[in-house]
């Protein structure tokens, strides 16, 4: 069988996975792309090898021709299109957020609950990444021991002048509020923000950059500093300290330069370039997950928890206080 993929939002992240799909990933084809900006679906289109464009997200859900939804719009609109998927008992693919609420978030998970099997996996890519599943495995077979914390950063080389002071938390913090829970196993209940002075290198309304702590049910205590300014690339570092020992995330393999007095290895400058590998992983396991009938990986769950969290922690940038996460029950459905 060959999934049928109908992609909404054919913008800078949409346009990789099309390219993923048409070139890397097996067992599945583009077959129908919408954007709101009709020349980039049209260019999308082309790229996909002649994929039909959709009037809208609606009706590519509603199309006979489309198996399963890749959805890679914009994060407000992310709500919408995966509630019309599931209406149309089809699996989806929502790239991070879930949605920008969580009040969105649970009405998801209420229809997939109705639907009563999962349909919806959430883009968390670094769950596919080889450093952070090396460093998932030895956490959970002990090899560290009991966790107690752990420090991270995340930084962009630059971020265009739409990014906010928000989206620190909402659109780039996600991921590691992601890995963090996922790493560890527990839920995190609580952010606060600490704004050291700014680099003079920000467009002048952002706080950049900023570091975010976090404490899980448990009691570990994380430590993330979120830079999307740093100028010299696109570092991400995770570290977890356990009783026993402690786990670094690897950096990209580059092949080591030696000359002009200096030993030195590239840094990837984008995040496509650090983790396109685990970008191929993760639409490859969605798509054999849609040919085998059962959804795998990230859930509306950790979809709903990550937006409950990246909340706290911009209430927590307005406050300057140790905010306490509001989430409710995990439902017996994503036990
Ligand atoms: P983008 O602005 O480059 O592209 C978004 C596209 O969606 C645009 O072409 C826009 O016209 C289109 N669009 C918006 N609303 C639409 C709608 N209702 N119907 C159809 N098309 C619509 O943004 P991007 O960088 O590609 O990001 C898209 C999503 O992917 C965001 O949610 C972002 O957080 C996520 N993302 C994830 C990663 C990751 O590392 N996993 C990286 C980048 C972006
Ligand atoms: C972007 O949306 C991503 O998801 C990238 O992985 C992240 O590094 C970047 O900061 C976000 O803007």
């Given at each position: 069988?060959?999934?049928?993929?109908?992609?909404?939002?054919?913008?800078?992240?949409?346009?990789?996975?099309?390219?993923?799909?048409?070139?890397?990933?097996?067992?599945?084809?583009?077959?129908?792309?919408?954007?709101?900006?009709?020349a980039s679906a049209e260019k999308a289109a082309a790229e996909?090898?002649?994929?039909?464009?959709?009037?809208?997200?609606?009706?590519?859900?509603?199309?006979?021709?489309?198996?399963?939804?890749?959805?890679?719009?914009?994060?407000?609109?992310?709500?919408?299109?995966?509630?019309?998927?599931?209406?149309?008992?089809?699996?989806?693919?929502?790239?991070?957020?879930?949605?920008?609420?969580?009040?969105?978030?649970?009405?998801?998970?209420?229809?997939?609950?109705?639907?009563?099997?999962?349909?919806?996996?959430?883009?968390?890519?670094?769950?596919?990444?080889?450093?952070?599943?090396?460093?998932?495995?030895?956490?959970?077979?002990?090899?560290?021991?009991?966790?107690?914390?752990?420090?991270?950063?995340?930084?962009?080389?630059?971020?265009?002048?739409?990014?906010?002071?928000?989206?620190?938390?909402q659109d780039s913090g996600v991921h590691e509020i992601d890995?963090?829970?996922?790493?560890?196993?527990?839920?995190?209940?609580?952010?606060?923000?600490?704004?050291?002075?700014?680099?003079?290198?920000?467009?002048?309304?952002?706080?950049?950059?900023?570091?975010?702590?976090?404490?899980?049910?448990?009691?570990?205590?994380?430590?993330?500093?979120?830079?999307?300014?740093?100028?010299?690339?696109?570092?991400?570092?995770?570290?977890?300290?356990?009783?026993?020992?402690?786990l670094r995330l690897p950096d990209p393999a580059h092949v080591?330069?030696?000359?002009?007095?200096?030993?030195?290895?590239?840094?990837?400058?984008?995040?496509?370039?650090?983790?396109?590998?685990?970008?191929?992983?993760?639409?490859?396991?969605?798509?054999?997950?849609?040919?085998?009938?059962?959804?795998?990986?990230?859930?509306?769950?950790?979809?709903?928890?990550?937006?409950?969290?990246?909340?706290?922690?911009?209430?927590?940038?307005?406050?300057?206080?140790?905010?306490?996460?509001?989430?409710?029950?995990?439902?017996?459905?994503?036990?």
């Amino acid at each position: 069988m060959t999934v049928r993929i109908g992609v909404i939002g054919t913008g800078a992240i949409g346009r990789e996975h099309i390219e993923r799909v048409t070139r890397r990933v097996s067992g599945a084809r583009i077959g129908v792309v919408t954007d709101i900006d009709a020349a980039s679906a049209e260019k999308a289109a082309a790229e996909a090898g002649g994929a039909r464009i959709a009037a809208d997200g609606a009706e590519l859900i509603g199309s006979g021709d489309v198996d399963a939804v890749l959805v890679t719009s914009w994060g407000p609109s992310h709500a919408e299109h995966v509630l019309g998927a599931i209406a149309a008992g089809k699996p989806v693919f929502c790239e991070k957020p879930l949605a920008t609420t969580a009040a969105d978030c649970l009405a998801i998970m209420a229809a997939e609950e109705a639907f009563g099997r999962r349909l919806v996996q959430v883009g968390f890519m670094r769950r596919y990444d080889k450093g952070y599943g090396e460093m998932k495995r030895i956490i959970d077979a002990g090899g560290i021991g009991r966790p107690l914390m752990m420090h991270c950063a995340h930084r962009n080389r630059a971020v265009p002048p739409g990014y906010t002071t928000e989206m620190a938390a909402q659109d780039s913090g996600v991921h590691e509020i992601d890995a963090a829970r996922w790493l560890l196993s527990e839920e995190i209940v609580s952010a606060q923000v600490v704004m050291p002075r700014s680099t003079s290198r920000r467009h002048p309304h952002l706080k950049d950059p900023q570091f975010i702590l976090f404490e899980t049910e448990g009691g570990v205590r994380i430590d993330l500093e979120v830079f999307v300014n740093c100028q010299y690339g696109y570092d991400i570092q995770c570290e977890t300290v356990g009783e026993e020992g402690l786990l670094r995330l690897p950096d990209p393999a580059h092949v080591e330069l030696r000359g002009s007095a200096r030993v030195g290895t590239a840094i990837d400058q984008e995040w496509d370039d650090r983790f396109s590998a685990a970008f191929d992983t993760e639409l490859q396991a969605w798509v054999d997950s849609v040919t085998a009938g059962t959804a795998t990986g990230p859930t509306a769950w950790d979809g709903y928890a990550a937006t409950a969290v990246a909340a706290a922690t911009v209430e927590a940038q307005r406050t300057g206080g140790v905010v306490e996460v509001e989430m409710v029950e995990r439902p017996a459905f994503y036990a």
